[in-house]
């Protein structure tokens, strides 16, 4: 990297504005109510985090390397949106502790007798390795969906933030202009969590506006006053909904609403100074009694264990009975499939059993599932001459299609494809292996037929011809547009009139087609680049802002942009170390092609940040 960065400390500054006083409170309420947030800049919190985690950790002391992998394999039959990430590492950490205590002992005993260490592979290590597989593909999906969310969540905050932008140069009356802040404000509660790496700007952003606002309505003292009492009134009022949660004796119930009252409090407004650290350390302590009462109640779920083994040996004997008469027709064997199948969700509902009959249980229910399953296989075995019956009679209408696809007999040659449509469907299904494949021979034999009559009747020649002057006219339209004004949508709009225009003549297919997609990347590009002067624009108006107050904020941005970049050098550095290694495994290329391209967006936001720094520095 050219450019050389120095860090710096900002000096402490006191805020002495009214609204500077205001938003100092707020993010300084932020950071006392934050209990459940996982931002790395918390400056006070308590842990009312779940404490299944440690019961897992004890459960698995002891356990052997199987008995680890069946843990696994009970632990992944839970919720799917449960996050069972802690369970999932104490489990692979305790498995790999023995596994490689047995291989060392293996080593150390050969090499002790002179004799040549052989290692066979390891049946548990396998399964273990396909139950890591499940969960991360499980954990990949729900991260996925999360992270959709939180991304729409951020938009909508920017546009909060534009709107409240805007009430600087409303020339409404201040009441309606405070009320309309007021809405904003609980739109901006009302939206769940953004994606953390964008929390910290936003939060800025936002406050900084609200920063404005305040100098902008020049809010008098008696109201500020106002809204300081409010929010006294409403942080007391959850203070002794915290403390009545303390009594309650439903202890599950009472820390799942405590995560609710401390959102709550989060969202309220500040208080007076000399009221805020009584308040909240009244508010923490219901919180510490109520977490402490809830760790207590876990460690008490022993008794449960023996009714989850109850429960768990009931589930067995209702699959034994299923199998003990197995089904005879197909509809009976439907039928018993969902039954089992709710018994096997039913499982999945159940907790742990004690320790010494967790397995015992759980083999004599998977014994039971898969003799089910045996079964129900030599069922379906035997109906597979019906298949191949069935998958005679579709080929030999494939081949009647096929005699007459290429007929010019229009009215007759449609009527006897329509017949043997009728035909196709009155005979069974084939077996998977051959379905898709039959069907598709089928199916091809009659669009050729269609597609051609279609032709035919309606003068494809000239509509193609048509096409392509419909298609060179929106490409031209597309090189004259004014991408920045429309963005993401104009591009959306021109891309669903062009897959909306049909079949150009088969000799420029591929010219206008590359003209097409020419056209397209051109716009991508001018967007993408109007998306980072729009960033770096907003940047410089939170610069601006920052250097006009407090110079202690201005100095703490840059170092936190410093600290980023020397952050950002180093993944890069170890992405691009780790290539060598890819270059040595197989089907290396394509692993190759995702890091380089990770490296260049590394290096791009490399580039942002240090375009920030120096408009921080060009101002001193």
């Known amino acids: 990297m050219a450019t050389t960065i120095k860090s710096t400390q900002a000096p402490v500054t006191e805020a002495v504005s009214v609204a500077e006083d205001v938003l100092i409170e707020n993010v300084e309420q932020q950071e006392e109510s934050a209990i459940v947030d996982n931002s790395e800049e918390v400056a006070e919190t308590i842990e009312v985090q779940p404490l299944e985690d440690d019961i897992v950790a004890k459960k698995i002391v002891g356990l052997s390397k199987s ?69 991360r593909e499980r954990r990949d999906i729900a991260t996925a969906a999360s992270d959709k969310i939180k991304e729409e969540n951020y938009s909508l905050k920017l546009e909060i933030i534009e709107e409240l932008k805007a009430l600087i140069s409303s020339e409404e009356t201040l009441n309606v202009t405070f009320n309309r802040f007021r809405e904003l404000q609980a739109r901006w509660k009302a939206i769940g969590p953004v994606p953390q790496a964008k929390v910290n700007d936003l939060w800025e952003t936002y406050n900084l506006h609200v920063e404005h606002f305040y100098d902008f309505v020049n809010i008098n003292k008696e109201l500020r006053d106002l809204d300081l009492k409010k929010n006294l009134e409403a942080k007391t009022a959850l203070c002794d909904s915290a403390e009545a949660l303390a009594e309650d004796s439903n202890v599950v119930d009472a820390f799942r609403k405590l995560q609710k009252l401390h959102e709550q409090w989060r969202e309220t407004g500040p208080v007076a100074r000399e009221q805020k650290d ?42 034994e009975l299923i199998i003990s008469t197995p089904p005879t027709t197909h509809k009976e064997w439907n039928k018993a499939n969902e039954r089992l199948l709710e018994l ?19 083999d004599r229910f998977r014994t039971a599932c898969d003799k089910f399953f045996e079964l129900k296989h030599n069922f379906y075995a035997d109906v597979k001459d ?52 039959i069907w598709k021979r089928f199916r091809a034999a009659c669009d050729h037929f269609f597609e051609r009559k279609s032709a035919h009747f309606a003068g494809v020649e000239s509509q193609y011809a048509e096409n392509l002057q419909r298609k060179e006219a929106l490409i031209e339209e597309m090189n004259a547009a004014d991408i920045k004004s429309g963005g993401y949508d104009m591009i959306k709009e021109f891309q669903r009139r062009w897959s909306e225009i049909g079949f150009v003549p088969v000799k420029y297919k591929d010219d206008i087609q590359k003209r097409y997609k020419q056209a397209v990347d051109r ?43 020397r952050q950002l050098e180093q993944e890069v550095a170890t992405l691009e170390n780790n290539i060598g290694f890819f270059s040595k495994s197989k089907g290396a290329e394509s692993l190759i092609a995702d890091v380089e391209e990770k490296i260049a967006k590394t290096k791009r936001d490399i580039a942002d940040i240090i375009t920030k720094i120096r408009l921080i520095d060009d101002g001193e």
């Open 344 to 362: 096997q969700t039913e499982w999945r509902t159940i907790g742990f059993a004690p320790k010494k009959e967790n397995t015992k249980v759980y």
């Open 67 to 135: 008995e680890l992998v069946e843990a696994l394999a009970e632990l992944l039959e839970q919720d799917a949106e449960q996050n069972i990430r802690p369970q999932v590492e104490e489990i692979k950490t305790a498995f790999y502790k023995i596994h490689r205590a047995q291989v060392d002992s293996k080593i150390k005993e050969a090499s002790e007798q002179g004799l040549t260490v052989e290692i066979t592979p390891d049946p548990d290590e396998a399964r273990l390795k396909e139950l890591l597989k499940v969960y």
């Open 278 to 319: 009584a308040l909240w350390e009244r508010f923490k302590a219901a919180s510490s009694i109520i977490n402490r009462r809830h760790q207590e109640y876990f460690e008490s779920l022993k008794g449960e264990q023996l009714a989850n083994l109850e429960r768990k040996t009931a589930l067995c004997e209702a699959a």
């Open 523 to 565: 716009l991508f590009a001018v967007v993408r680049g109007a998306d980072r002067e729009q960033s770096i624009n907003r940047f410089k108006e939170k610069v601006s802002s920052m250097r006009a107050g407090s110079e202690r904020r201005l100095k703490s941005e840059r170092e936190k942009l410093y600290n980023r970049v």
């Open 386 to 437: 019906d298949m191949e019956r069935n998958l005679s009679l579709k080929e030999a209408l494939c081949e009647a299609a096929e005699l007459i696809k290429d007929s010019e007999e229009w009215k007759e040659a449609t009527d006897k494809l329509l017949e043997l449509q009728a035909e196709w469907k009155k005979i069974g299904t084939v077996s998977r292996r051959h379905a898709d494949n």
